[in-house]
């Protein structure tokens, strides 16, 4: 079904019409994706998408998510011991339960990929199914359709991945070697190795003590193995870490103190509260760091993660089974913010599950703190209705530049144009609607209107 060319504009004409010309100047700009979680494997390896199902179905929590919600098995979605293996049975079953997802943003981002990726005219249905899943598999065997063509006929222009600590980075040097133009950068994500409450922890710290040369068994040597990987992430060409905390409390212990817990945390012998003070103090850390290399400090909290233990246990993490709880800033963010915010290197993009937090904290938290940023609405809010609230609640506390501006944040590939044509819809129509009520002039909403699709986050993460 060819979509519509005014979706997400306004009803009234007037602004309307505004939205659509301003949305021109921007629709065809370049796209940053400056934090993702696309495959770094993808652009290394340049290989073929193997069918529809595995490229949209299985490995989309968004998607999957809806169709547990509805009692469909995680093993008919591909997903698990026993899992359904025929990609055509889960296209069919996804076509079947298509319906679910009216009034959704992952509606949009689908139809926006079969029609303007894929050209499919119809709407996915069980009716439509097997036609969709031949159109899509026949693109798919075409060198255009390749991760690296795809990359370019996206008009993207940098894309970063999300690595661990311990990662290598073999994909990331094999773009780099094969002498590729696109700019692909690795993100320090070092949850496993600063997460006390995350498996297998110990024997992450001895990994990351045999990578660096670094003696993780003692609190210098710990922080100094840190400072090489990042510096390393930085060769490559990093310009971001990443931290996925339960809460963005942060600490900053005394010398004697914080050698005292990472003690007893590396000795097993750490009390109930040792987790999440040591995840705190390791924030603050971060960022110290960040002052010396550069890199941009990603704070995402407020997620009560694998909430069903059994789905956890049957079918691992990142099932679906994410939910967003209630954090509060102020008082977490304020032993960094005074031990280094006042920092000139230093950059921080705060993001948030939680709504409630964006005018009453983070807006003047990133009006006034030079170092702070708000990232653009996360997760379950990166949704039409989501930005608009996220537009109207932070901009006239933080205005436009204290914002980090737009990234799509997906392990979805198809979806990468959707979700920044969705922003720059959305964007586009908040500044016709400011231009309209006499907020800003019209002069005024089209030079921001490029800040908002780009400029503002090549700025914000250094690109």
């Not at 949209?56 to 026993?82: C, K, N």
């Not at 139809?111 to 005219?121: K, N, Q, R, T």
């Not at 990472?262 to 097993?268: E, K, S, Y």
């Not at 920044?420 to 909403?445: Q, Y």
Request: glycine share 6%; proline share 7%; aromatic share 10%.
């Amino acid at each position: 079904m060819p979509l519509h060319p005014d979706r997400l504009f306004p009803v009234d004409q007037a602004t309307r019409e505004l939205a659509r010309n301003i949305f021109a100047t921007i629709e065809g700009a370049p796209i940053i994706s400056p934090h993702g979680h696309t495959d770094p494997r993808w652009w290394g390896e340049n290989a073929p998408f193997s069918d529809p199902a595995s490229l949209f179905v299985t490995p989309d929590h968004y998607l999957t998510r809806m169709l547990t919600s509805q009692g469909v098995a995680f093993e008919d979605m591909g997903i698990g011991r026993g899992a359904e293996t025929d990609p055509r049975a889960i296209w069919r079953t996804f076509a079947e339960h298509y319906y679910l997802f009216a009034g959704t943003p992952s509606r949009l981002w689908v139809d926006h990929a079969l029609s303007e990726v894929f050209g499919i005219a119809e709407r996915l249905s069980p009716r439509t199914a097997d036609a969709a899943y031949d159109a899509v598999a026949e693109k798919l065997a075409q060198p255009e359709y390749r991760p690296r063509a795809l990359y370019e006929s996206f008009g993207i222009s940098a894309i970063a991945t999300t690595d661990g600590a311990l990662d290598d980075l073999r994909w990331h040097r094999k773009v780099r070697d094969d002498g590729w133009s696109g700019r692909v950068l690795p993100t320090y994500r070092p949850d496993a190795v600063i997460d006390p409450d995350q498996s297998d922890f110990a024997l992450n710290l001895d990994k990351l003590g045999e990578m660096t040369g670094c003696d993780t068994g003692t609190w210098q040597g710990y922080l100094d193995a840190h400072r090489s990987r990042r510096a390393f992430f930085k060769e490559m060409g990093a310009t971001a870490s990443d931290h996925g905390h339960p809460t963005p409390r942060t600490a900053d212990l005394p010398a004697a103190e914080a050698q005292a817990l990472f003690d007893r945390i590396r000795a097993a012998k750490a009390g109930p509260d040792d987790a999440e003070l040591f995840r705190a103090q390791m924030l603050t850390e971060m960022a110290r760091m960040s002052v010396s290399d550069g890199l941009v400090l990603q704070i995402h909290p407020g997620s009560f993660r694998s909430q069903s233990v059994a789905v956890r246990n049957a079918y691992g993490a990142d099932r679906g089974f994410d939910i967003p709880v209630p954090v509060s800033f102020t008082e977490a963010l304020r032993p960094l913010l005074n031990a280094v915010g006042l920092e000139p290197e230093l950059k921080v993009i705060i993001y948030t599950l939680d709504e409630t937090t964006y005018a009453r904290e983070l807006a003047p938290l990133a009006g006034v703190w030079p170092c702070l940023l708000l990232g653009p609405p996360w997760w379950f809010h990166d949704s039409y209705e989501g930005m608009r609230r996220y537009r109207a609640s932070v901009t006239e506390t933080a205005g436009f530049w204290n914002c980090a501006g737009f990234n799509d944040d997906t392990r979805a590939l198809c979806s990468i144009p959707a979700r920044h044509d969705v922003a720059r819809r959305v964007d586009s129509s908040f500044l016709a609607e400011l231009v309209t009520s006499h907020r800003v002039d019209e002069e005024e909403a089209f030079a921001i209107a490029p800040l908002l699709a780009g400029g503002l986050a090549s700025r914000a993460f250094r690109l």
